[in-house]
C-alpha cells in the first residue's frame, strides 16, 4: 500500500522518483507528480492533486465531470490500488447508486426472453470468475500528442491494472437467448448528460466479443466492491480493449440486430482503417475510412523514473516499469541508456494474466557521472512493436511512442 | 440563472464548491463563456485546452458543443465567446 504521507511530502517539493524510490531524491525535474513536461502547458496549471471522495489524492483534470489520472508512483507496483485507480467520465450526471435498488435489465430486440437482475441474482445466479485486466483509456498520452489536440490531456495515468472479479457476459446472454440475427451487444450505464439533447453515453461491443469468456460483468476489483468513481456497483470488462467499453454503472444489456448508430459509436472513438494493428475487427461498425477503436496497441511505461530525474554516481540503478498490449503478450521489452544507440532486453515480470500487464526490470550496474536517456520499447508475441514516431490521428488515440527520459547521474 | 445555478448544485454534488478555484481570465466576452461553458462541464476544460489551440480550432469547439453537444448558445453570442477564447486561450 503506497504511503500517502510520503507521497504528499514527496508531490509538494516537487520531488520525483529516483533508484530508491520517491522520498529520497529531493531535487527539481522536468517532469513532475503532475505529469510529463510536455504536456500543454494550460493542462499543467490547470491539474493539482485532489481527493474525491474515497480516493487518494490524484490528479485532477477536470473536476465536472470529474476526470482524475494517476500519478505515477502507484503505477509502480503489480495491481493499481483501488483508492488510486484513475476515474474518467463523459457526462456530469453522476449517478449516486443505491445496491440494494439497482438493477440490470438484459434484453432487446435479439434477445428470446428479456429479464432483470439485482446485484444479488448476478453474484448468486452466475459462475463468479475473476481476470487480471489493464484498463486504459483510449485517450491515455493524448497529452502528448504533437501537435497537440483537442480533449481531455491526459499524461501517463488513465490506466490501471486490477483484478475483476463478476459474471460472464456470456452466460447472462445465454439465459436471455441470442438470436440468430444478433450482431452487438449495446451497454449503458446510470450516468448521463445534463441536458437532454446531449447524446447519452452508450457502447456497443460486437456479439462474438461480448460472448468471448473473459469478458465479464464485474462487480468486485482487488477483491473489494467498486468504488463509487469505478462505476459502482457493476461494470463491463472488456479485456484487451480500451475503457471506452468498460461500461460503468451498468443498467442495460440490449442485443441489437443493427449495428448501434448512437454518437458515441458512430462518430466518437474512431480511428483511420490501415494505421494501427488490428487483429480484432469490429466489422459491423466499420466504414471505409475508419472503424471504432477496438483493441489497445502495445505499449510501456517506465514506473520508477521521470525526466529529469538524478540519481546518485557510483550507485546501482534500475530502470522498470509495466508492459501491455491487447492480449497477445509481451514478448520482449528492450531498454537503452544511450538515446536508442543500444538495446538490452529487460528481465520481464510473472505473467499475471494474458490481459494484465507485465512488469520488468533492467539493472544499469553503477552508471558513471553524466547524462542518459532512457528508452523502453515493448514487442508483443504478434510482432507489434512500440512506435518512435507518433501515429497521429485528431483524436489523439492509441500514443504508444517509446518514451525518452533525460536521466542524469551525479 | 440563480435557478439554474440552483440546479447544477442539485445535480453536481460537491464538485461546484472545488470549481472556485477555477479563474477565468479577464477579457470581453467572459461573463458570456462563464455563463454557457459551465451549464454542462467546469470552465477547467478550457484552460486545459491552452494554448495550442488557434481561432478556428475554438470555432470547431465551439461548434461542436451545440451542434453534437446540444449546448443552448443563441447563435449571435458564438463569435464573442470564439473571440475570447481564441484571444484569452488561443494560440498567440
Redesign the interface.
Known sequence: MFNRREFLKASASGVVLGASGPASAPLWAADSLLGPASL????L???WL?AL?GKQPLI???????NYETPLPYLDQAFTQNDAFFVRYHL???PQVDAASWKLSVGGEAADKPFTLTLEQLKRDYEPVEIAALCICSGNRRGLSE??V????WGYGAMGNAKWKGARLKDVLARAGVKKEAVEVVFDGADG???????DFVKSIPLWKAQEENTILAYAMNGEPLPHWNGFPVRAVVPGWTATYWMKHLTSIQVVNQPFKG?WMA?AYRIPKGKFPIVDRFLSQETEINTPITEMVVSSLITNLQDGAVLPAGKPAVVRGVAWDGGYGIADVQVSIDGGQNWRPAELGPQLGRYAWRQWSYAVGSPQPGSYTVMAKATNRVGASQTFELVFNPAGYHNNVVQRLSIKVA | MRRLLCALLL??????A??AQ?QLKDGPGAPLVEAYCV????L??I???????DRK?WEA?VNKMVK?????IPSQDIPAIVDYLALQ?GKP
Not at chain 1, 500543454?40 to 493542462?43: C, D, K, N, R
Not at chain 2, 445535480?11 to 461546484?16: Q, Y
Not at chain 2, 453534437?68 to 443552448?72: C, I, S, T, Y
Open positions: 500543454p502547458s494550460g493542462a496549471d490547470s491539474s485532489d471522495p485532477k483534470k477536470t473536476f465536472r465531470p470529474p456530469a450526471g453522476i501537435p497537440h483537442p480533449g481531455v490531456q448528460p445534463v441536458l437532454e439533447k446531449t447524446p454518437f462518430s | 445535480a453536481g454534488g460537491p464538485a461546484l472545488d470549481e477555477i451549464m454542462c462541464h467546469s477547467d476544460y484552460p486545459m485546452n491552452s494554448v495550442f489551440l480550432g469547439s453534437v453537444m446540444g449546448a443552448p486561450y
